[in-house]
Structure formats: structure tokens, C-alpha cells
């Protein structure tokens, strides 16, 4: 797959086919330092279990913490926006889904493709459920198992079937950027290279999921604290209105500010629509001398 897009024609490209790649986001020597700092860790992990994970592929996350750097690559100033647009329709906030470093060794067998967003059970098709990122940490090529992706289907019924000569190879290097959207069946190829191919994804989804990875335990308060407050936002100290992913009926941010208290007030956290709607019931109530009740 070839071709140079910007972020600003990116919205365009993932409603139309479902995925595209943008050029030169990121400096090569930053993309090179952080696959530098996860060597360790890429060294030390072992080899998955599972057809789907793959055995010949190494997969680990809390990227955050094992190498901040890559804190730039999930707050990155063309993606993050970009994320935001493409799922904001359907939430009040988007929340990080994950983050995770891959290594596909030589002899793994291409990976079944999928759709990512069946890992939640939902009925599809009304909005986006996730953006996925992957920024490659070597060149991706053919023969290494850059991943494949089904054009256009993303929005086509999940019962409608793909011929593998139909997928495309997302050819991309350091500094690159492959987006693609929950819906798109895609999956990585064959690894007939001789040496690894290593790359990060980073995935955003609607804030009132689950995520893949679970951010509260990944980076509890004591790790959050250290985040910008956006990013810790992201990784899901901040309440999606209404009232949802609280604690004690308070925002999580709370717990990075200080000692939480045992014994809190809890306090309204809904969307304007709600506020408005609940402030004109309370006011007809006490109009009619009415009583605050329960």
C-alpha cells in the first residue's frame, strides 16, 4: 500500500476504506530510541500462547510506565484530535484501550483476520467503537508481516466473506502511522523475513467500554499521578457523564490530588441535557411544595 496522507484528509480515508497510513508523524531517532528502551522487555517476554496471540509473536503492555516516551505517541497533536473526532459522536469522553508492543518473529504464520471491536458484544454499525494506531518500530514490508487489511469492510455486514488476495499489506516505516477503525477486517501477515518485525499499537475507544487493557490496575493512582492530567484523563481517571466510572460518587481524578476520604458526598456528574432536564423536575417539585426526597 502506498501513498501519502495527511491527518487532515485521515477522517475521510478511514470512512471511505477503513484505514490509512500518515507519513512522517514522528521523528525516525524517536521511534528508534523507544524500540531501543524496550529491548529489555522485548528480550524478557515470552513467546505467546494461543493461535490468535501467536506463537512465534512476543506481545506486552504498560508502555506508559516501561518507556514514557511513547506517552508522545498516545497524546500525539494529529492523532489524538483525530481520535476524538472519529469516536466522540458516540460518548461524552474516549478512553485509551490499550497499549502494546509486538514482535512478529520469523516463521509465524499470518494472523486470522478479525475485526477488533467484536471483543465487545454490541450490535455494530451505528458508530465507531474504536481507532486503532500502529506505529511501526521497523519497516513493515510484505515479506516481514506487515499487517493486512479488507478495504471498505468496515461497513459491511460481518457475515459477508473476504478473499485473502483481497487484503492490502500496509507497507509503512519509523515514523509512519497506520490508523485503522474497529470495523476493518485486518490481521498481521506472514513473518518469511529473516529478522523480527516489531511495532506499538496504541488504541483509542468510546470511554463508556472496557478496554483490552485495563488501565485503573496497569496504572493505578501512584503511577497516574506522575501522567499529565489529560493523559490520566485518558486512561480513565475522569468520570464519562453520566455518574459512570466513579468512586464513592466522585470523580477517580481525586485520588491522584491527595488522600481520598473515607467519607464523601457524592456529587451529580450528568450531561447538560440531563442537568437541564433534572433541574426543571426539582423546580416543579419545590414549586408545588414539594419535598427532597430519596
Not at 66 to 84: K, S
Not at 107 to 131: C, E
Request: hydrophobic share 45%; aromatic share 8%; proline share 9%.
Amino acid at each position: 500500500m502506498s501513498g501519502r496522507f495527511s491527518p487532515d484528509s485521515a477522517p475521510v480515508r478511514l470512512e471511505r476504506d477503513g484505514y490509512c497510513v500518515v507519513r512522517h508523524l514522528m521523528p525516525p531517532g524517536v521511534i528508534a530510541g523507544i524500540d531501543a528502551m524496550l529491548e529489555g522487555d522485548f528480550a524478557a517476554t515470552p513467546f505467546c500462547v494461543g493461535d490468535f496471540f501467536g506463537e512465534q509473536t512476543k506481545r506486552f503492555g504498560r508502555l506508559l510506565t516501561r518507556a514514557p516516551v511513547t506517552q508522545g505517541l498516545v497524546m500525539h497533536p494529529a492523532i489524538l484530535p483525530l481520535a476524538e473526532a472519529m469516536l466522540l459522536p458516540g460518548c461524552d469522553r474516549i478512553a485509551l484501550n490499550l497499549t502494546q508492543a509486538i514482535e512478529i518473529h520469523p516463521g509465524a504464520l499470518a494472523q486470522i483476520p478479525h475485526r477488533d471491536h467484536d471483543l465487545w458484544p454490541a450490535v455494530k454499525g451505528a458508530q465507531h467503537f474504536q481507532l486503532n494506531v500502529m506505529w511501526p518500530l521497523v519497516p513493515f514490508t510484505m515479506e516481514n508481516g506487515a499487517t493486512r487489511l479488507w478495504p471498505g469492510s468496515h461497513a459491511v455486514p460481518p457475515e459477508v466473506e473476504y478473499a485473502e488476495e483481497e487484503a492490502v499489506f500496509a507497507e509503512c516505516g519509523p515514523g509512519d502511522a497506520l490508523l485503522w477503525l474497529g470495523g476493518t477486517l485486518h490481521g498481521a501477515g506472514a513473518n518469511v523475513s529473516d529478522a523480527p518485525r516489531r511495532g506499538i499499537v496504541v488504541s483509542y475507544c468510546l470511554g463508556w467500554l472496557k478496554p483490552f487493557e485495563l488501565q485503573w490496575l496497569v496504572y493505578p493512582p501512584e503511577a497516574a499521578r506522575g501522567f499529565d492530567p489529560d493523559l490520566a484523563r485518558l486512561v480513565g481517571y475522569a468520570q464519562h457523564r453520566p455518574n459512570l466510572g466513579n468512586v464513592e460518587g466522585r470523580c477517580p481524578s481525586e485520588l491522584l490530588v491527595g488522600d481520598f476520604l473515607g467519607h464523601v458526598a457524592a456529587v451529580d456528574a450528568l450531561l447538560p441535557s440531563q442537568a437541564e432536564g433534572l433541574a426543571a423536575y426539582v423546580a416543579g417539585q419545590r414549586e408545588a411544595g414539594g419535598r427532597d426526597g430519596d
